[in-house]
């Protein structure tokens, strides 16, 4: 929904810049402020109303936005029981995965980023390719599906992830640990974030003084937030979680 959104608010600026329509015609014609409109224009949460009438004075239609909109959206699909169960096994798999994505889909670029030798490199990929996540071409080049992926509420692999950055946080709060580290990314539907923002929440209001400096980023693809679980002055102690070096063997 919030990519609809951010999509039809970003279709209804250029129409009003082609027509020449200022800020504060709109301004007037609403009967509000110019920094409402611009706030208007610039947030993901605004009504269906508002974006109805900032429509209309742009010339466009609501359901004509929305329906180019979801042309473009990419498809949103969750990991089957198979995938999400190796990743449990192979958590460093599923980091593999996220940078092959981050990285413009080129098993080169995170080799380098993070020295990965090239049978490291090729058994990921041919993993990946079993669990029918990538197509493994010559090279070590590859072909993605041009999907969004995420979790389904019976993931065992998120339970495990938010268990784990829970006790990442305790630690530090508790250790007053000072080294700095990012720990793990998932990739969650909007009412998981939520909840799992008020579980580490409440770790906070328990074992930290208000002035800790903390560090929280959403963002947003499709209708699943990517959600930097846990960023902390933390050491990690859990390098399965992080891009690492593999053998024959070892994703097996």
């Excluded at 969750?78 to 889909?105: G, M, N, W």
């Excluded at 990965?116 to 010559?138: C, H, I, N, P, V």
């Excluded at 846990?230 to 097996?252: A, H, M, N, W």
Aim: with cysteine.
């Amino acid at each position: 929904m919030e990519r609809l959104v951010k999509y039809c608010l970003q279709e209804i600026k250029q129409q009003l810049k082609r027509k020449g329509i200022a800020y504060a015609d709109i301004a007037e014609r609403m009967r509000v402020s110019e920094i409402t409109v611009k706030r208007m224009l610039n947030q993901d949460d605004i009504s269906m109303a508002r974006l109805g009438v900032l429509a209309e004075i742009a010339g466009c239609t609501l359901s004509g936005l929305i329906s180019k909109a979801e042309e473009k959206l990419p498809e949103v699909r969750s990991f089957s029981p198979q995938q999400d169960q190796a990743f449990v096994r192979y958590p460093h798999l599923f980091q593999y995965y996220t940078k092959l994505i981050e990285l413009q889909r080129s098993p080169a670029a995170v080799a380098e980023r993070y020295n990965l030798d090239d049978l490291s490199t090729y058994l990921y990929l041919r993993k990946l390719e079993d669990l029918g996540l990538l197509e493994l071409q010559a090279d070590n080049r590859v072909k993605i599906p041009e999907v969004v992926m995420t979790f389904g509420p019976d993931s065992r692999f998120v339970r495990k992830g938010v268990a784990w950055s829970l006790e990442q946080a305790t630690r530090a709060l508790l250790d007053h640990d000072n080294q700095a580290s990012n720990v793990t990314m998932l990739f969650l539907p909007e009412k998981h974030c939520d909840e799992l923002l008020e579980e580490i929440s409440k770790v906070f209001l328990r074992f930290a003084d208000r002035q800790l400096d903390t560090y929280w980023e959403n963002l947003w693809q499709g209708d699943v937030r990517q959600l930097v679980l846990f960023s902390y002055p933390v050491t990690s102690k859990y390098p399965e979680y992080d891009v690492i070096r593999v053998r024959d063997g070892d994703l097996r």
